[in-house]
């Protein structure tokens, strides 16, 4: 039986149609991201890219088995790889992020649909293993569209802003403000490259939808959970952030839409 990876496909398409589909719906995230971040965003986008083709393509080759580097799924990896990491991240990071991916995560374990762990995460838990204080540290606020570079204020994402203010009466008013919430849903807040607009992940979300390349229920399913969980922890008193905060932040629509 051959299983695809996420997104997880309806019918029986042709791979290389879905894959470069797949690369399509996240183009708006791209460009959105070079928007709020600079042209680094793209740079390090690129650098991932790249790696992955060539990894696989290299990795292929040495082994003799069949060329599948173009299908589209490498260059989907290197770009949900790069859309993991902070836009301050040095160059070689997206590098090994993408080696270790495509390498380990993917043709280790047979390649596409035998792989059990979805590689761009597999590469990013393992950069966040190895060099926590980039991927955490590393923060860029937004350049509010302006893409002449990134040397501006280093800002904490909204998840940090709170955790380290979580009982500052100013910050948790402005955690639940409808300004903050509008910001979250554009992708005007500091965050890892291709996280932060819920909107433009949600407009490659839809073309997925409509084209049928991918199954709407399970990205519903688990954002739907996420923000049931996050109500309950709101009503209790666990959290002083509301259920829209928490499926807005972070990384959360990217892996539902893209990665679940």
């Not at 709020?36 to 965003?41: E, I, T, V």
């Not at 606020?141 to 203010?165: E, Q, R, Y």
């Not at 008013?173 to 932060?196: Q, Y």
């Amino acid at each position: 039986m051959y299983i695809s990876s996420s997104p997880h496909i309806r019918k029986d398409w042709n791979v290389k149609k879905i894959m470069y589909g797949v690369v399509i719906a996240l183009m708006p995230a791209f460009i959105g991201s070079i928007y709020f971040f600079g042209w680094r965003a793209a740079y390090l986008t690129f650098l991932s890219v790249v790696t992955a083709v060539l990894t696989e393509y290299l990795f292929q080759k040495i082994t003799k088995r069949k060329i599948t580097a173009f299908d589209g799924s490498a260059i989907i990896t290197g770009i949900l790889l790069a859309f993991n990491i902070p836009v301050k991240s040095p160059w070689w990071l997206p590098v090994v992020g993408s080696f270790f991916a495509i390498l380990v995560a993917k043709q280790f374990f047979g390649g596409l649909g035998y792989n059990i762990f979805n590689p761009a995460l597999a590469g990013r838990a393992f950069v966040m293993a190895s060099w926590p204080q980039i991927m955490t540290g590393r923060w860029s606020a937004p350049l509010h569209g302006s893409i002449s570079g990134i040397d501006g204020i280093t800002s904490a994402t909204p998840l940090n802003l709170l955790k380290l203010h979580a009982t500052d009466p100013a910050v948790l008013s402005r955690i639940n403000s409808p300004e903050m919430l509008k910001n979250l849903f554009i992708g005007n807040v500091g965050g890892c490259i291709g996280e932060t607009s819920a909107l433009l992940l949600l407009i490659g979300a839809i073309f997925l939808f409509v084209m049928r390349y991918a199954d709407w229920r399970i990205s519903v399913g688990y954002i739907g959970t996420v923000f049931v969980v996050a109500w309950i922890f709101y009503l209790t008193g666990l959290t002083p952030a509301g259920p829209l905060f928490h499926i807005l932040s972070g990384g959360v629509f990217l892996g539902g839409l893209f990665m679940a």
